[in-house]
C-alpha cells in the first residue's frame, strides 16, 4: 500500500496505541498479534527464500512483536531461532507473547553475534520508539552485531538506535533493509539518518479505527504527488510569456557564473515567461551565449540593479554570489525591496553575517552548513534534530525555510512538511542552484510560498530519483532539467484529467 502522508512523534503513537486500547477496546495483546503478522508477511513477500530466521528480541513490546513473527514462522516450516538482549519481562503483553513462542517449540536463547551468520535473514525487535539516550553496552554490541553480519535485515516498527522523532542514530542503530511501521508513520525514519537505516519502508495500520487519529495533529507532513497537482500553474490557450512571470536571478560573482545560470535555466524549466540573470560584468557575455533563452546583464555596483528589480515579479538571490564588496552591495539592495525573495548559498551567508532580519515573503533554502551559520550552531546539532532546526529558522528568519538533506524540511510557523525523495547522487555541485531555480520560477507565477516550495522541493527530487536510474554516481545537477519538466507537465496533465 502507499505510505500514507501523516508523520508523527513517538508520544504521538503512543497515544494512539492508547486510545486504541482504552478507547476502542482493542486489546494490547491483540494488537501485538497484528504488528507480528504483518511484520511476519512482509518478511514473506520481501525475502521469501528465507528459511533460517535469526529473531533479536528485547524485553519490550518491540520484543513482543518480535516473538509473534517467530512463532509464526515456526508454523509456517521455517526455522527461527530467538535471540535475546536483556531480561525478558514476567507480565505483560510481550510476556505473553513470549510464552506462546516457546510453548510452539521455538529456540530462544542469549544472543551471541556468531548466532547470526547462520540466519538467511535477522528480524530487528530489539529497541523500540522510545529511546531517547545512547545504546551502550549489550544493546551496542548487538546492533553492531546485527550490521556486521552481512545478513539482509527487517526492522519492526524502527531500526533500533534510530531516535523515532528526530531520525538520529543514538550511538549506533541498525541498518535494515526493510522496515515494518505500525499505526503511524514515525517522523524519524524519513530525515536525517532515517533514511540510511530504515531501508525501504512499509507501513500497516493494524486496522486500527479511523477515528482513533481524530484531532491529533501530525508532527509533519509527507509530501506526495497527488497533494500537488492542485499547485501546477495553468496555461491558457491565449497566454504568453508575461502571465508567466519575471525572475531575476542575482549572482555570478567572479568566476562563479555556473551557479547563476543553473538557476536561470532551472526558472525557464518549470514555466517562468522571463528570466533576467544581474551578475559580474566579466562573464555576462559568455552566459548569454551558452543559454540564449536567459537575459544576461552584467552589473558593476547595486546601483544598476534598479531597473532590473523594478521589472522583476521574484528575486533569487545567491547562487554563486560570493561575499566580497560587490556582492554585499547586491544583496542588500535586493533586500531593500518587496518582492518575494528565495536566498540561497552566499546570499544566507550574508544574511548569517548580518544583523537579524525577518521576512514575511521569503523563502530560505539553507543546507545543513549553512542552518549552522544562520542559527550560530554546528552542523552537527542541526542534523541531530533537523525538525527543531527548521522551526528555529523559520522563528528567527520568518517567511518559509526549506532545510535541504536527505529528508527536506519545508516549514512556515504553522505548516511542516516533509519530502522522502531524492538520492545521494544529488550530492554534487550546482544542485541547489537548480532548486533555488525550480522555487523561484514557480514562484513568479503566482504560486505562494508555502506551495512553491513544497512543489518546488518535490519535483527537484523526484527529478533526481528519475535521473538516478541510470545511476547516481556522476550525475550532474543539469540532468535534472529533463525530468523537472517532465514531471512539472505530468502533474499538470494529470490534474487536468481529473
Known sequence: MDLPSPLYSANQVRELDRRAIEVHRVPGAELMLRAGKAAFRALRVRFPR???????????NNGGDGYVVARLAKASGLEPLVLTVGAPREAGDAAQMRGRCLAAGVNAQPFAGAQLTASDIIVDALLGTGLQRAVEGEWRAAIEAINASNRPVIAIDIPSGLNADTGAAMGAAVRADVTVSFIGLKAGLFTGDGPEHAGEILFDDLDVPPGLYNDIV????????AALRGIVPRRARNAHKGRFGHVLVIGGGKGMSGAARMCGEAALR???????IATHPDHAAALNAARPELLVHGVHSARELKPLIERATVVALGPGLSQDFWAAGLWRAALSHDLPLIVDADGLNLLAAAKAIRKKEWILTPHPGEAARLLKATTDVIQRDRFAAVKNLVQRFGGVCVLKGAGTLIATSEDLWLCDRGNPGMASGGTGDVLTGVIAGLRAQAVSALDAARLGVWLHAAAGDDAALQGQAGLLASDLYPP???RLNRLAHDDAAS
Open 50 to 60: 528465507a528459511r533460517r530466521i535469526a529473531v533479536v528480541c528485547g524485553p519490550g
Open 218 to 225: 501530525p508532527l509533519a507532513r509527507r509530501l506526495c504527488a
Open 270 to 276: 518549470v514555466g517562468a515567461g522571463l528570466v533576467t
Open 484 to 486: 523537472i519538466r517532465s
